[in-house]
Every structure is written in C-alpha cells, then in structure tokens.
C-alpha cells in the first residue's frame, strides 16, 4: 500500500493544527524530508499512548476485515497525540530543536509574547533572530 495514502486519514484527523511531525510526515510525503533523519518523542510513559500502539500491534496480529481503516485511524491516534507533548521531541540536530522552541514559544506566549522577549529566552541577537 502506498504509505501516502495510509497517512491521508492520520493528516485529516490532525486538521491544520501545526506540529513538528506533521510537518515531518508531510516533508517526508513530499521527498522533501532532507534535514531532519528522525523525531524521538519520550512518550513511552504516557497510557493513552501505549494503549494506541498496543491496540495497533494487536491489529497487525489479529487478521480482520476492518484491519485497514483500524489501522489507519490508530496511526492518525498515535500521530495526533504526541503533538500535546512537544516538549519531549528530540532532534538530530541543533537547528530543529531551536526551531521546535521559537514554535513552543510561540504555542504558549502567542497573544503577549515579543521577539524581544523571545530572543531574551532564546539567548541570541534579536536581529539575527527576527530574519530566522
């Protein structure tokens, strides 16, 4: 099956929310994914998680009809999830993880935030900063 046709039901459920692995899947959809070799979220103590990816697996085990779209809506769960913890993204490199923090930034200060404050928080030079 063509993996961009799998992902089509997980990108519906995620809407036009942004989030590093949306942008991920779709950078990786489109061939354009040459920066970024993997996103590691630290989820593996969060349930609702663990329960998707069990549910999943036992899925793949257990033949069914419905196996298809089961799967799929389960890939769009587990895609849908991680992006309420952010904050545990870990990146291959350094440049995606400050990009990951001006978002967060960004996510949780967007109605009083400034690039003053945030090249503050960021410890860099806010002209350098505001052509980022």
């Known amino acids: 099956m ?3 046709k799998f992902f089509n039901q997980a990108l519906r459920l995620i809407g036009d929310k942004d989030s590093p ?7 990786y959809m489109n061939g354009t994914n040459s920066n970024t070799a ?8 969060v349930l609702p998680i663990q329960n998707l990816i069990e549910n999943l697996i ?12 089961t799967n799929q809506t389960t890939m769009g769960l ?3 999830q991680p992006i ?5 993204v870990e990146y291959a490199n350094e440049e995606d993880e400050f990009i ?3 978002l967060q930034y960004i996510d949780e200060n967007y109605e009083k935030g400034s690039l003053y404050d945030l090249a503050e928080k960021m410890s860099c030079d806010f002209t350098a900063l505001s052509r980022t």
Not at 21 to 27: A, R
Not at 84 to 88: F, I, L, M, V
Request: charged content about 25%; glycine content about 0%.
């Open 2 to 4: 063509d993996e961009r």
């Open 21 to 27: 692995l949306k942008n991920y899947i779709l950078s």
């Open 38 to 45: 993997c996103l590691h979220y630290r989820v593996s103590d």
């Open 58 to 69: 036992y899925s793949l085990i257990e033949p069914s009809k419905s196996n298809l779209v």
């Open 78 to 80: 587990l895609i849908f």
């Open 84 to 88: 309420n913890y952010s904050d545990r």
């Open 100 to 102: 990951l923090k001006v």
